[in-house]
């Protein structure tokens, strides 16, 4: 068996080049690739083209041990990956039975005729991997083999090409599912990674306490990523087997949840702080809801993102103006005229209004200046009040976030102090 | 003056290939670069590394007359764009007073001391033109000359290398504000553009409705673009002067809008539906607010997004349980226990509970099955009604979304039939 350590993407499509879609795939085929221990060279992109591609493939085999392919294996005539992969490797194609069958099935499912044009789909290079493919009607296939052509005195290099579809809701699963066990096979060693989520502290904070273990340790790895406010530490470590690169990983989390870095932390392998907070109340048996002014239903929005919320998230409250936070949330005319809608006790009265008019366990809130204008001297663009309310009584949190950041930023970041303040409060609750 | 028919897209920066960050700039250059009239043949990332940097650039310049290159511009001893391009062309470095200048009044703006080694980001290869940067330190410059070496004759060829800074917060502005002046000196001609935005009509029954417009006309150009249910159609005209092409736009736009496909466009170059919806309620003085039970805070969410808008947003209700349907917006039980929270008069019920309260021109609402769980033989996953009230009275839509798509595919697009609603009860409520 060849190792495989340098890789090269590929992505086929002329939507790319015109503009008409992001790539993506180019981006989670690096960070999966990074995962499993894989270097990434290089990226690159062409349109459907026959000689661009072949040039583009050749040279990503030059350089590299594998080249992933993502696109240009649908049904028309101008779908070329997998053929041209095949000439490149000197293989003939061949009608893969299986794979015929799985696509007249996928037609049937949907109650369509397969249209003859998608039996080309089924077409396979001589003796190539298949993956099968549950997401659509497009294949996806290894082919690899020794070519000699690459070395200049002729020696035979082991090459890989994996050509997956375009789509990333195929591309994805399939990688997942169907490629990573087919590349931990062609590896000489295990690699596990786990992922901690932390909010509430700065990337530049996170390292500076952890630097002993993020420098003194090779194997595992601890590497941070940063968005909006949030930081992730991936830790990967390398072994002959996966228990023990588990084994390792969950020693240096261990070491992590125990420094100061360990009560920032919401969740290992999480998807989200919106998942964190569901799972939460599920385990707890507790339910939420909210009352937002500038995130404008943003929190909302993100909890009930996540499939299954509907037994623990009953409702919310969107209140732009004065009159509406003391219609809907019953918050006092006094409390406004005093202190404002931006205010402590402004949040604190929301969160605590729609805890009693939706009964739920837990209330979060936000007011605040997300701008671009409306920002005075006491109070500028980027201060937001999070409160909080459960029957413990009501709390609040107040964000000074930069006038300089955007009005997008500023929402997500003080949505997500919301969730925070929740998923903290059920700890709270479920100590009590 | 040569003019510059294709280019190449060349991004720098290690992140792109550990998959810490997506590569937009890549889609974002294409799409201008294909309204400017050039043609992109292919997207390339590579590292912060030397050799695969400069053999990436002299690939890219043996196939198209520009590339432009983001990223690598830092000050650091690891970005090297500058000094790469420099040397392919033979070109000497020298301190640039006017940047130098407007680096360490940056730094002096943000109340920083400039660290000696962004000295660096002011040396440019002799004769470069240097675009201003007012969003960052990085330079932002073109080489362009007559190069002899990627003709087998030896015929000398001009070509241009662009080079932006990495960050889309530095890159955007600077494109379009500085480079697409320099792009249009060096081009023979002048292309304008329009977008036609579309909502409520398929791509493809789009497209068979303004076929003969789309094929018969080589000049202006219209191409469909499709997302999330929703249909852009960018017209592009090449003239002499931008008078001209502008005037050739139009005619096609007023084509497209007296064909059927004319009661489908929400906009002419604007950003999305909610802007759309923002600017209209501003425009004719009106209100409106919502009632949320699939879409989860998503409608006013996306309505809040847009900077202003609290003049025309008064507020929502997101309702994700019976009770809190019955409690804030006061639809009646009996509605619920006959028809069912997923139906046309609870839609309706909502719609008109949210007008009352919240005291608002126009309400919307959606209550449907974003999925994956919870369809039945009547009611499948991505049944949803959207409900719309008014002083005229209630009314609805239904959607019968494939139950295939995802819960996100199903929000967007319910939330975006909503706003759609609110926008064309706008133009019924102006015109009585």
Known sequence: MNTIKTAEILCVGTELLLGDIVNTNAAFLSQRLAELGICVYRHTAVGDNPERLKAALDSALASADMV?????LGPTYDDLTKETVASRFGLEMKLHEESLERISTYFARTGRKMPPNNEKQAMMPVGAHVFTNNYGTAPALAVSAELSDFSEAGEAQHKTVIMLPGPPGELIPLFNEEVVPYLRERSDSVLVSRNIHIFGMGESAVEEEIKSIMTDSE?????PYCKEGEVRLRVTAKADSEQEAARMCDETVKLIENS???RFIY??????????LVDALHRHGLTVCCAESCTGGMIAERITAVAGCSDVFLGGCVTYTNEIKQALLGVSGETLEKYGAVSAQTAMEMARGARE????DIAVSATGLAGPGGGTADTPVGTVFIGLSTKEGETFRKLSLSAMRSREYIRIVSASNALDMALKAIKSLSNN
Do not use: W
Request: charged share 15%; glycine share 18%; net charge neutral.
């Open 219 to 223: 194997n595992p790895t601890v590497a």
């Open 260 to 262: 100061t870095v360990g």
């Open 267 to 276: 969740g290992i392998d999480t998807v989200s702080l919106e998942k964190a």
């Open 357 to 360: 008019r939706l009964g739920t």
């Open 68 to 72: 992933i392919t993502s696109g240009g």
